[in-house]
């Protein structure tokens, strides 16, 4: 299970920093009062830099912006310091610690008339980064529920099956004919591929949300099988867009994106397009401007 591994890496890292702080005890004279903030502060600038490159390569290949959604200065600093925050949030606390805090769903009947959601996460993720979207729908009374796409690295195809099983878990425990999907970044084309193979029976409508649905250039860094199916042009992704949208979509996209790049890339052709600045990927979950449209478009739907 990937929480496990982010488990681990957290702790390989902890013991790294431990060590280092002996070190600088031992050998430079340092206090702990000294070392302690050093080692912290040296693991906040390493996350810090990864922010900063994903930021800088989403800027060399940016797609063009409308004059309304380019960002001053201040709103750049903003962006960086939001996704710093997301990023330090969603590794070293949701998704090592998903199973403790997204805890076990329990399926419920729907009120009558109204659908269930399924929530999807993103590449190498699992479902706790979508526990705050999540609180946040089941706040508003929408039946929300989750699912980990496992294994973490695996065909995109792959997933069909087993979405197939969760979406018919809910649907008996509901009592729904269908379900509405929210996806997040490569969740979104897990979705596709469950639309490509099962049909549009079960789902009323899919949101998706900074999902590369014509690919992303940080996918040639990517691990795994799935990593390479988001690669711009490949032969999968073209097959999966040779087909319109089986159900109604809404695709949402920043066009500050730091991981879908070009940031029209999450734009998807036949689907109503919801533009937004100043978010960038990891934040969108955790964006209130996210939260209220994914809301908005649930309620139109019947959820």
């Known amino acids: 299970m990937l929480a496990r591994t982010y488990r681990r890496a957290l702790l390989i890292e902890l013991l790294i920093y431990l060590a280092a702080g002996c070190g600088l005890i031992r050998f430079a004279g340092w206090t702990w009062q000294a070392a302690m903030p050093a080692?912290?502060?040296?693991?906040?600038?390493?996350?810090?830099?990864?922010?900063?490159?994903?930021?800088?390569?989403?800027?060399?290949?940016?797609?063009?912006?409308?004059?309304?959604?380019?960002?001053?200065?201040?709103?750049?600093?903003?962006?960086?310091?939001?996704?710093?925050?997301?990023?330090?949030?969603?590794?070293?606390?949701?998704?090592?610690?998903?199973?403790?805090?997204?805890?076990?769903e329990k399926l419920r009947p729907a009120p009558p008339g109204r659908l269930p959601?399924?929530?999807?996460?993103?590449?190498?993720?699992?479902?706790?980064?979508?526990?705050?979207?999540?609180?946040?729908?089941?706040?508003?009374?929408?039946?929300?529920?989750?699912?980990?796409?496992?294994?973490?690295?695996?065909?995109?195809?792959?997933?069909?099956?087993?979405?197939?099983?969760?979406?018919?878990?809910?649907?008996?425990?509901?009592?729904?004919?269908?379900?509405?999907?929210?996806a997040h970044s490569m969740g979104g084309l897990a979705a596709r591929a469950y639309l490509r193979k099962y049909g549009p029976g079960h789902v009323a409508k899919l949101i998706t949300l900074g999902t590369p649905h014509q690919g992303t250039v940080t996918a040639r860094l990517a691990a795994g099988k799935n990593g390479r199916q988001m690669v711009p042009g490949n032969a999968w992704l073209q097959r999966l867009n040779e087909a319109a949208p089986a159900v109604p979509m809404v695709s949402v996209f920043s066009y500050q994106d730091n991981f879908v790049v070009p940031q029209l890339s999450a734009?998807?052709?036949?689907?109503?397009?919801?533009?937004?600045?100043?978010?960038?990927?990891?934040?969108?979950?955790f964006s209130r401007r996210v939260r209220e449209i994914v809301a908005q478009e649930l309620i139109a739907a019947g959820a």
């Open 117 to 182: 959601v399924l929530l999807l996460h993103g590449y190498a993720c699992n479902r706790g980064v979508m526990l705050p979207l999540r609180r946040y729908l089941q706040a508003r009374g929408i039946n929300a529920y989750s699912y980990n796409l496992e294994p973490a690295y695996a065909d995109i195809d792959a997933y069909a099956d087993a979405l197939a099983r969760r979406i018919g878990e809910i649907r008996i425990a509901s009592g729904a004919g269908k379900l509405i999907i929210v």
């Open 39 to 104: 080692t912290l502060l040296f693991a906040l600038a390493l996350r810090a830099l990864g922010i900063g490159a994903s930021l800088i390569i989403a800027g060399h290949y940016a797609s063009p912006a409308p004059s309304e959604h380019r960002l001053n200065l201040i709103r750049q600093l903003g962006l960086f310091l939001s996704e710093l925050g997301a990023y330090i949030v969603i590794f070293n606390l949701y998704h090592p610690f998903e199973e403790l805090l997204a805890g076990e």
């Open 267 to 285: 734009a998807l052709a036949g689907a109503k397009l919801v533009p937004l600045s100043g978010i960038g990927h990891l934040g969108m979950p």
